[in-house]
C-alpha cells in the first residue's frame, strides 16, 4: 500500500473564513482578532477580583484593560513582523526592503511579537502608571488564548508544517512542495503552548500566584520557551536555519535558539517573585 494512502487528509478549508466579493478576512486575522479580544476580556474580569492581587489591588482598573489591549496589540503586530524580518529572512528584506510591509503576504515571528508586547506594556505602565510585573502577569495569563488560536490557523492555513514522518497522525500539506507526509506541529503548538500554558497559567493565578508579582510572568516565559524548543524537533525549519548552532553535537534551530534564553529568563523571574513576600489579598 502507498506511504500517502496510510496518512490523514488534509481538511479542505478554504483560507478565508469571511469573503464578499474581492474582500475576505483570513482565518490568521481571525485568529489574532479572536484572541486578543478573549485575551481583554480575560484581564478584565482578574482585575475586577481584587483579591487575587497584592494587598487587594489590581494593578489597573478593569476599564483600562482596554488601552493595555491597543499598546499590546501594536507591539505584536510591529515587532512581530520585525522580528520576522531579523530572525528569519534578513537577507531577502535588505534586497527587498519595501517588502518588508507587505503583512498579508505572511511572515511574523512570535519571539518579535512578544518583544514588541514588552514594549507596548511597558510604555502602557509609564503612561497610567502602573505595576511592571503585576502588569505582565496579567497579560501573561491572556496570550495563550493569542497563540491557541493562532497556531490552529497556521493549521488551517497549511503553513509552518512539520518534518517529515510517516506517523499515524501525518499530514501532507497542500503547499508542501515535496508532497511528503510530515508532523502537524502547528496542533502540537496549539497544544502545549496555547491549552497547556492556559490551564497551567490559570491553576496558578487563581490559587494565589498572581499576589506574588511576577511569577505568572515567569511561568509563562519558561513554560512557552520550553514547549518551542522541544516542538522544534519536529517542525521543518525555515530555509538554512536549521543547524544555527551545534552544542554537544546536537543541531539547534532558529526558534530553539531563540526560546532557549526564555527559559532561563522566566525561571529566574519565578525564582525573584517565590522570594518576595508574599502580599495577602
Not at 502540537?188 to 490559587?207: H, K, P
Request: net charge neutral; hydrophobic share 50%; with cysteine.
Amino acid at each position: 500500500m502507498p506511504l500517502l494512502d496510510l496518512v490523514l487528509p488534509f481538511p479542505d478549508i478554504d483560507p478565508f473564513a469571511v469573503r464578499i466579493g474581492p474582500i475576505g478576512i483570513r482565518w490568521y486575522a481571525l485568529a489574532y482578532i479572536v484572541g486578543l479580544l478573549l485575551g481583554w476580556r480575560y484581564v478584565m474580569m482578574l482585575t475586577a477580583r481584587p483579591r487575587l492581587w497584592p494587598d487587594g489591588t489590581p494593578p489597573f482598573a478593569p476599564g483600562r484593560a482596554e488601552a493595555l489591549l491597543f499598546f499590546c496589540t501594536f507591539g505584536v503586530i510591529l515587532g512581530g513582523r520585525l522580528g520576522y524580518v531579523l530572525f528569519y529572512n534578513v537577507g531577502y528584506y535588505i534586497e527587498n526592503p519595501l517588502d518588508i510591509v507587505k503583512t498579508w503576504e505572511g511572515g511574523m515571528s512570535f519571539h518579535g511579537g512578544f518583544l514588541g508586547v514588552v514594549a507596548g506594556a511597558l510604555l502602557f505602565c509609564r503612561l497610567n502608571p502602573a505595576p511592571v510585573l503585576s502588569t505582565a502577569d496579567a497579560i501573561a495569563c491572556a496570550t495563550p488564548f493569542g497563540i491557541l488560536f493562532g497556531r490552529i490557523a497556521n493549521f488551517v492555513n497549511g503553513e509552518l508544517w512539520g518534518k517529515p514522518w510517516d506517523g499515524p497522525w501525518a499530514f501532507v500539506f497542500p503547499a508542501d512542495p515535496a508532497q511528503v507526509p510530515r508532523h502537524p506541529s502547528q496542533l502540537y503548538e496549539a497544544a502545549l503552548e496555547g491549552l497547556l500554558l492556559m490551564i497551567v497559567l490559570a491553576v496558578v493565578a487563581w490559587s494565589g500566584g498572581l499576589r506574588r508579582p511576577g511569577l505568572v510572568a515567569g511561568v509563562f516565559i519558561a513554560g512557552y520557551g520550553a514547549s518551542r524548543a522541544i516542538v522544534e524537533f519536529y517542525r521543518e525549519a525555515n530555509p538554512g536555519l536549521d543547524c544555527v548552532v551545534a552544542p554537544l553535537g546536537q543541531c539547534l534551530q532558529q526558534g530553539q535558539l531563540l526560546s532557549l534564553p526564555m527559559v532561563a529568563v522566566g525561571l529566574a523571574l519565578v525564582a525573584y517573585a517565590l522570594t518576595r513576600r508574599s502580599a495577602s489579598a
